[in-house]
């Protein structure tokens, strides 16, 4: 579809929403990089429970918690949200999207127990390079070379900003691959479904099938115990972050992506969404939740090097562009 053809986000023209896009999508990732705190500090705050539950079953069950959350604003909120729930097209985006969410938080949290952060992070951060690689095949579209410059500039900066990854291939390692498949093909898919049906609605469609999928898995996994599953609800330290989870990390950061990211090339997307780990270790650093590192400079150093050579890049672009047409 093309671009003429898109919708300004709440009132906004669609040049304007195209100007504001970078900037929400940026401060996105501030939010992002907030929720592993939030998340560290319910994992925290419930150790007898893992114990009692196990990490996978507690993890999934804050998961389909937070979406939960978020949904019931959306529908409280906006009417557009409501209205999509009775859309069959909204659903079918949504629920292909709430799937790659879905998978994508579970493939992750089941290898990180396996598996230092390092590792992690450097599996995890090739969905930059597969979201340029399904954009080329999905697309017939071939990114620039400069592209592919700032590419590799992301990959290494988050696979490098908790310090040299340890790897040696094992079950957890292909799990966390998985994981970088399955977001990057998230990346693409938001970009094609939000350029048809309306964001809103897929978002809460969205989120209503990650819940729906956790619940699910809750039940068939514990079976009579799913209901002492609620107590984790009640437990001290564990509702405001939960909260912030649902409301910022679910809410507004995954609304944010599926209003603004259609106005933007699914590879630079990528490759901004990079400065998510960037903003964990930041916050990290402030609540002295990890140690420093000179790879913290050196990653984030080179994630910022990457967004700033596609950004010059691709404003020499538009200003040839607009030339081309006066």
Same mark, same amino acid.
């Given at each position: 579809?093309?671009?003429?053809?898109?919708?300004?986000?709440?009132?906004?023209?669609?040049?304007?929403?195209?100007?504001?896009?970078?900037?929400?999508?940026?401060?996105?990732?501030?939010?992002?990089?907030?929720?592993?705190?939030?998340?560290?500090?319910? #994992?925290?705050?419930?150790?007898?429970?893992?114990?009692?539950?196990?990490?996978?079953?507690?993890?999934?069950?804050? =998961?389909?918690?937070?979406?939960?959350?978020?949904?019931? #604003?959306?529908?409280?909120?906006?009417?557009?949200?409501?209205?999509?729930?009775?859309?069959?097209?909204?659903?079918?985006?949504?629920?292909?999207?709430?799937?790659?969410?879905?998978? %994508?938080?579970?493939?992750?949290?089941?290898?990180?127990?396996?598996?230092?952060?390092?590792?992690?992070?450097?599996?995890?951060?090739?969905?930059?390079? #597969?979201?340029?690689?399904?954009?080329?095949?999905?697309?017939?579209?071939? $990114?620039?070379?400069?592209?592919?410059?700032?590419?590799?500039?992301?990959?290494? /900066?988050?696979?490098?900003?908790? %310090?040299?990854?340890?790897?040696?291939?094992?079950?957890?390692?292909?799990?966390?691959?998985?994981?970088?498949?399955?977001?990057?093909?998230? =990346?693409?898919?938001?970009?094609?479904?939000?350029?048809?049906?309306? $964001?809103?609605?897929?978002?809460?469609?969205?989120?209503?099938?990650?819940?729906?999928?956790?619940?699910?898995?809750?039940?068939?996994?514990?079976?009579?115990?799913?209901?002492?599953?609620?107590?984790?609800?009640?437990?001290?330290?564990?509702?405001?972050?939960?909260?912030?989870?649902?409301?910022?990390?679910?809410?507004?950061?995954?609304?944010?992506?599926?209003?603004?990211?259609?106005?933007?090339?699914?590879?630079?997307?990528? =490759? #901004?969404?990079?400065?998510?780990?960037?903003?964990?270790? =930041?916050?990290?650093?402030?609540?002295?939740?990890?140690?420093?590192?000179?790879?913290?400079?050196?990653?984030? %150093?080179?994630?910022?090097? /990457?967004?700033?050579?596609?950004?010059?890049?691709?404003?020499?672009?538009?200003?040839?562009?607009?030339?081309?047409?006066?």
């Amino acid at each position: 579809m093309q671009s003429e053809q898109l919708e300004g986000v709440f009132g906004l023209s669609v040049e304007q929403s195209r100007k504001i896009a970078p900037f929400a999508l940026f401060a996105m990732t501030f939010i992002w990089g907030a929720t592993f705190v939030w998340m560290k500090q319910i #994992l925290d705050a419930t150790g007898p429970e893992i114990e009692e539950f196990g990490v996978g079953t507690v993890t999934m069950f804050y =998961i389909g918690a937070r979406f939960l959350i978020a949904a019931l #604003l959306l529908a409280i909120l906006f009417k557009s949200c409501r209205q999509g729930l009775a859309d069959s097209q909204i659903w079918k985006f949504g629920t292909w999207l709430g799937l790659l969410l879905f998978l %994508g938080f579970l493939s992750q949290m089941s290898a990180l127990d396996e598996i230092d952060p390092g590792t992690s992070a450097f599996l995890t951060s090739l969905y930059v390079v #597969l979201t340029a690689l399904f954009t080329t095949f999905f697309e017939a579209k071939k $990114p620039a070379k400069i592209m592919w410059i700032g590419v590799g500039l992301a990959t290494f /900066g988050a696979s490098f900003i908790s %310090g040299p990854p340890h790897l040696s291939w094992g079950t957890a390692e292909l799990i966390t691959v998985i994981c970088a498949f399955v977001f990057a093909l998230h =990346i693409v898919y938001t970009q094609k479904a939000t350029k048809i049906a309306d $964001p809103m609605g897929i978002s809460i469609t969205s989120f209503i099938v990650v819940v729906g999928l956790s619940g699910l898995l809750l039940a068939l996994r514990e079976g009579n115990e799913f209901v002492d599953l609620f107590v984790l609800l009640s437990i001290e330290g564990v509702l405001f972050p939960l909260i912030c989870l649902g409301v910022l990390g679910s809410g507004v950061a995954l609304v944010t992506l599926n209003l603004f990211q259609r106005y933007f090339d699914p590879v630079k997307a990528a =490759i #901004l969404y990079s400065f998510e780990p960037v903003w964990a270790t =930041i916050i990290g650093l402030v609540l002295a939740m990890v140690p420093w590192s000179w790879w913290i400079l050196v990653g984030g %150093g080179a994630i910022l090097l /990457g967004n700033i050579i596609v950004e010059i890049t691709n404003s020499e672009e538009d200003t040839k562009a607009e030339k081309s047409e006066e």
